[in-house]
Structures are given as C-alpha cells and as structure tokens.
C-alpha cells in the first residue's frame, strides 16, 4: 500500500516538475560538471560559471578563443568586457573577479535578438578548457 502510494507521488512530481518550469518565465538550470570545468549556469541566453583562477589567466583564454572561434568587435579589459561574432552570433564575454582566487566567466549569445544558448556553452566550455590546461 505505502510502495503504491510512494510511486503515484514520483509519478505526480515528475508532471508538475515541467509545468513550473515553463511557468515560471526566466529558467535557470545548475548543469552538473563536465570533467574539470565544475558546474555553471545555464539561462535562456547565458552561461555562467565560477573559476578558482586569476582574472588575467581567464582574461587571455577568452580573448585567444575569441580570436579563434570569431571576429572580436571590442576588448575592453579594464572592464573585462569582450564582443565578438561568431559566426553571425552576437558575443558578449564578461570576466568580473570576484576576489583573489575566484573569477566569475559570463557567456551571453544572441543572433537577432534570440538567444543561441548552444554557442554559449561552446564558447564557455572552450574558454574554461583552456584555463584549465
């Protein structure tokens, strides 16, 4: 009886589970680590995650896979602000420090004002396995 009872509640939280998703409008997702990247964040059109490196080390992987994967519009390391098009994909890398050890690497791709969330993630899984290495 209680087995019976255990399962229909499984059973009703897995439908409601993507219900609330959709209804909640903005959707954050905690993506598990892919090998030594560690976690991050995934939004309609952002990917964010944290590192325990110095700023300038993330700061040049950014801006050499940058160069590689596309054309970079603006640099501004003081700010530690990069657009660059990838392919046709509107870019905006964000490198903010948020104290000695930690540096905070956030992707943003848009292309016509729709979020491209798959380039995202390519260009912040190449820019974290590059500092890592």
Do not use: H
């Not at 995650?49 to 300038?56: M, Q, V």
């Not at 970079?72 to 948020?98: F, W």
């Not at 943003?108 to 995202?120: D, E, G, M, V, Y």
């Amino acid at each position: 009886m209680k087995l019976q009872k255990l399962r229909k509640t499984i059973f009703l939280q897995i439908l409601i589970l993507p219900l609330l998703l959709s209804l909640s409008g903005c959707i954050y997702l905690v993506v598990g680590g892919i090998g030594a990247l560690g976690g991050y964040v995934v939004s309609p059109d952002t990917v964010e995650g944290i590192t325990e490196n110095e700023r300038e080390i993330v700061w040049d992987a950014a801006v050499e896979i940058s160069a590689i994967m596309g054309t970079i519009q603006e640099r501004q390391e003081d700010s530690g602000i990069i657009i660059v098009d990838v392919g046709g994909v509107d870019v905006t890398i964000t490198v903010v420090a948020l104290g000695q050890s930690a540096v905070k690497l956030r992707i943003k791709a848009r292309k016509a004002f729709l979020p491209k969330i798959s380039t995202a993630q390519e260009v912040f899984v190449k820019i974290m396995s590059e500092v890592n290495e």
